[in-house]
């Protein structure tokens, strides 16, 4: 048997299209292109849904008091979440990507849906040990 060449990924995404990644601290980042379907807010209203297990931003105005700062940094947008998770009991300490979907207004992840376990440098984690 031969040598199989090795082609490295070039750009390519974990998912495709606007993704929301819930941090192993419980917060939440999203790509900039959900960022965008929101409309590029400075604040976000983040909800949760118990009947679906689907969480759910909301862009909101500077004066709304109940929605969290929007924290921009290049390549992605982070909003808090840790309080709500542990107010709905939603587990967090892996960091998992889901796709994003926007909804009448509302940007929407799927916590039961596909997903993708994600390392510290974005990269999916693997199995050590074979393949």
Not at 65 to 85: D, F, L, P, Q
Not at 104 to 125: C, E, M, T
Request: aromatic share 10%.
């Amino acid at each position: 048997m031969g040598f199989e060449v090795f082609e490295k990924r070039k750009g390519g995404r974990l998912i495709e299209g606007p993704t929301v990644t819930h941090l192993s601290c419980g917060d939440f980042s999203m790509s900039g292109d959900a960022y965008a379907l929101l409309g590029l807010p400075d604040k976000l209203y983040v909800m949760y849904d118990p009947e679906t297990n689907r969480i759910g931003f909301r862009a909101a105005s500077r004066s709304d008091g109940g929605a969290y700062w929007v924290r921009k940094t290049s390549g992605y947008v982070g909003v808090a979440g840790r309080a709500m998770c542990r107010h709905h009991d939603i587990p967090y300490g892996n960091a998992t990507r889901y796709p994003a979907v926007l909804e009448d207004g509302v940007l929407v992840v799927d916590l039961s849906g596909d997903s993708v376990r994600v390392g510290r440098s974005g990269h999916p984690i693997r199995e050590r040990g074979g393949r």
